[in-house]
């Protein structure tokens, strides 16, 4: 992540924290990052240097309606949120792209949170961003549009707001039609900002994987803009480089968080230096091109941290790092006293899909991630129960227990193809777990290739074939924990997982 001189390295975050955006409060930073289907939702990032970052909480319990996040919905929910301070307040802004845009807010960042308020419903509403100018105490909101839900893409869209956010006080006008700007297409992403008496709206364009960043400016809210490109990737290797916000530090130096897609570990985050040019022109990296190094910005040294990714599961309780496939309902993990995640193996006609698995706990697959571990234990005999540790995207593979007809355990190893190709599959042939206990890894190479291993008493030994882990449309690959059981009646048990350890980065036990 650093070097231990002067300089930091790219990505500042090596995961899928994906659509970031950045506020500065006194000599703090916070960060926030989509969250997609995944409960609770909206992750919160604190820093003092813009390099080492660390996971403080989530501002969004449960999805919303609730209703429609009771099962995985991996792609959907909670799209590029964006966050600010204003009047005492935090506030975050996000669109569900099947719902409308959102906002909660709170004194202090790690809450208690307002519940969600709807601001704006509708389909294919996206990237939202509320600017409030303190010259003349009026409030702003500019979003984006998802074509897969409203038939528009390629336009921004601002609204007059009512100060407290209640409301919007119009219905919207067009601040930039991206289809009458040549070679310009998937506008999307805007953050709207006030400085040096003209308006600014950062977005990017060109799509997630060879796109670029743009900035427009105008001296009214309502346009005329003029446009500029500030970030491509040039002859660098950060394709992209994507969506993300500007940050001014106490003493004046300016910088921009954005994300790079890196195939199966999501939308990791870089740190570029910003300065203005003779014309009052942002310059974004090294004269319009990504860095992979630079000099720190001149902020007191911190320690180094990362979000936390291993867990002891201490009093039974799992770190922050960890999100539900859906949102949660009670029982899902069983409350104790002692270290260790006990999951109850919860029936459902979906046991053999793991895609469509609500209890599914998850975290992201860091792009620096090595190696994979945990220790299982199935604490039932019932017929059909299994649980274990899976690799998820539209396609997946997970190895674990299960037990048979007669009770006995097996160590399993299985997998599924993209959604749609058929059900899962054994990837090698079972084989006894008299102790039904067993210690799970998976390695990770290069491209995401995954290749499990089990220890059921007598040495790890490799398992099945090499599996190349895969993402959802928007959302990275994930780890996943999971304990199931089939349709029935009565009793499930438990499964009891200990000391998961992800090696190959820092890491970082202790709650914040």
């Known amino acids: 992540m650093t070097s231990p001189d002067t300089t930091y390295r790219n990505p500042v975050l090596d995961a899928d924290w994906s659509d970031p955006d950045v506020v500065r409060v006194g000599d703090d930073f916070y960060l926030i990052a989509s969250s997609f289907g995944r409960a609770p939702g909206l992750p919160l990032l604190h820093s003092r240097d813009l390099v080492h970052w660390r996971l403080i909480g989530h501002a969004l319990d449960r999805l919303v309606p609730e209703e429609a996040f009771a099962v995985p919905r991996h792609d959907c929910g909670v799209w590029a949120p964006s966050i600010r301070h204003h009047d005492g307040l935090f506030w975050i802004f996000w669109g569900d792209p099947d719902h409308g845009i959102h906002h909660v807010n709170a004194p202090d960042v790690r809450g208690p949170w307002s519940r969600p308020h709807l601001i704006k419903a509708g389909k294919g509403l996206i990237d939202p961003c509320p600017l409030w100018d303190e010259d003349t105490g009026e409030a702003f909101l500019v979003h984006a549009w998802a074509k897969s839900r409203s038939g528009i893409k390629n336009r921004l869209t601002g609204h007059r707001m009512s100060p407290d956010g209640a409301e919007l006080l119009d219905d919207g006008e067009v601040l930039v039609d991206g289809d009458r700007l040549p070679g310009w297409f998937t506008l999307e992403g805007p953050k709207v900002y006030r400085h040096d008496g003209w308006f600014w709206i950062f977005a990017p364009a060109g799509g997630v994987e060879n796109g670029w960043q743009g900035v427009f400016r105008s001296r009214s809210f309502l346009g005329p803009y003029e446009e500029r490109v500030v970030l491509e990737q040039g002859d660098t290797p950060v394709n992209g480089p994507h969506q993300g916000g500007w940050v001014r530090t106490a003493s004046g130096e300016d910088w921009f968080l954005h994300f790079q897609q890196r195939g199966a570990h999501g939308r990791v985050v870089h740190l570029q230096p910003m300065r203005w040019d003779e014309d009052g022109w942002p310059v974004l990296g090294a004269g319009g091109s990504p860095v992979l190094t630079h000099a720190r910005p001149a902020l007191p040294p ?123 599959r054994d990837a090698a042939r079972p084989r006894p777990a008299p102790s039904a206990s067993v210690r799970l890894r998976v390695e990770v190479g290069e491209g995401a290739r995954c290749r499990l291993f089990a220890d059921t008493g007598d040495g790890f030994r490799p398992s099945g074939q090499v599996f190349t882990a895969t993402p959802w449309r928007w959302v990275g690959a994930l780890l996943g924990l999971f304990a199931g059981a089939p349709p029935g009646r009565g009793p499930t048990g438990t499964a009891l997982f200990t000391h998961f350890r992800i090696n190959g980065r820092p890491h970082e036990h202790r709650r914040p």
Do not use: K, M
């Open 302 to 424: 911190q320690p180094p941290s990362a979000p936390a990714t291993d867990d002891l599961f201490p009093g039974g309780r799992f770190g922050l790092q960890w999100q539900w496939a859906a949102n949660p309902r009670p029982g899902w993990a069983v409350s104790h006293s002692q270290d260790g995640l006990r999951l109850a193996c919860v029936r459902s006609p979906d046991v053999h899909d793991l895609r469509l698995l609500p209890h599914l706990l998850t975290q992201r697959l860091p792009l620096s991630c090595r190696t994979v571990d945990v220790d299982l234990r199935l604490d039932t005999t019932g017929p059909g129960s299994r649980a274990g540790l899976a690799v998820v995207g539209d396609a997946y593979t997970w190895i674990g227990l299960e037990r048979g007809a007669d009770g006995t355990a097996s160590l399993v190893h299985r997998f599924a193809e993209a959604t749609g190709s058929g059900p899962e």
